[in-house]
């Protein structure tokens, strides 16, 4: 999170992804290659977001 304490439409749609993705890699019967896909984009959002 930002500390401004704004929190814009843009942020938020980065916290909706964040979730999504995360729920998504817990995902049983996910394929290798996808949980390696999720996973890095996940920290690239995250480094994105300053929660790196």
Known sequence: ???SGKFT???YRQEMLLLG???QL????LAE?????LAEKIRELE???GMD
């Open 21 to 23: 993705w995360k729920r």
């Open 1 to 3: 999170m930002r500390p």
């Open 9 to 11: 439409c843009a942020a």
């Open 33 to 37: 290659t996808e949980r390696i896909r």
């Open 47 to 49: 480094r994105q977001m």
């Open 26 to 29: 817990e995902a049983p019967g």
